[in-house]
């Protein structure tokens, strides 16, 4: 079956433009989760959602970072005014039910990497 | 505070050797732990996972040890292959939580 997709799979944007990214979790996973990845370093959590509980937002660096979920659908990641240290792969994740929960691997899309010049 | 480490940044293996990656955690708290594979320019894979009532799991060549006194993981990978080159990363969460917190990555280099 289809895999966790992500849109675009490469962004470049000038300082302090907004930036919108996209997933699209597997069909049937309820738990959808980002992540980033800067250069060299591992991935660091930024929010997740699950079915209709709150988000968890614990992760979210600064309040230029925001995200939504339509159901238990697409989800993006907003950045506004972006800065140069937001340059990152961002990666999302889907799974059947939370990791913690359920014992829930999750899945990984392609990424989108960003560049802020 | 690194929560999750891998303190090897790379490991070069002979084909058809065994390789072993580390990983250590500091969070008492966490009771699930896995393992990804990444290629360059693509997402994590999963791997194999364990959870803190076993000491041991293995699927196929990957064998995931924990050792839960000394907050300890290990992935082995036996016979090591060319197409195992990649970089690993652990991942660890508790159960009342959703986010995996991950390692930094150990990229293994599986030499002909």
């Known amino acids: 079956g289809a895999g966790v997709s992500q849109s675009p799979s490469n962004k470049v944007t000038e300082k302090g433009k907004d930036v919108e990214l996209r997933c699209d979790p597997i069909s049937g996973h309820t738990a959808l989760y980002w992540y980033r990845q800067r250069l060299g370093q591992g991935l660091e959590f930024l929010i997740y959602f699950q079915g209709n509980s709150a988000p968890d937002k614990s992760g979210l660096p600064s309040d230029r970072f925001s995200a939504e979920r339509t159901g238990e659908s697409v989800s993006t990641l907003t950045i506004q005014r972006t800065q140069q240290e937001d340059s990152a792969v961002y990666l999302c994740?889907?799974?059947?039910?939370?990791?913690?929960?359920?014992?829930?691997?999750?899945?990984f899309g392609p990424g989108t990497r960003l560049t802020v010049t | 505070d690194q929560q999750v480490k891998q303190n090897s940044p790379s490991l070069s293996v002979q084909e058809g050797r065994i390789s072993i990656l580390n990983c250590d955690y500091t969070n008492s708290m966490f009771d699930y732990f896995l393992w990804y594979k990444k290629y360059p320019a693509e997402g994590p894979t999963f791997l194999i996972s364990i959870s803190s009532i076993k000491d041991k799991n293995e699927d196929g060549r990957f064998t995931v040890f924990l050792n839960k006194s000394a907050k300890h993981l290990s992935l082995h990978i036996v016979p090591s292959q060319p197409g195992d080159s990649a970089v690993y990363f652990c991942a660890a969460s508790h159960n009342q939580g959703g986010k995996l917190i991950f390692g930094q990555g150990t990229e293994l280099s599986v030499k002909p």
């Open positions: 994740a889907s799974s059947l039910g939370l990791t913690g929960q359920g014992r829930h691997e999750q899945y």
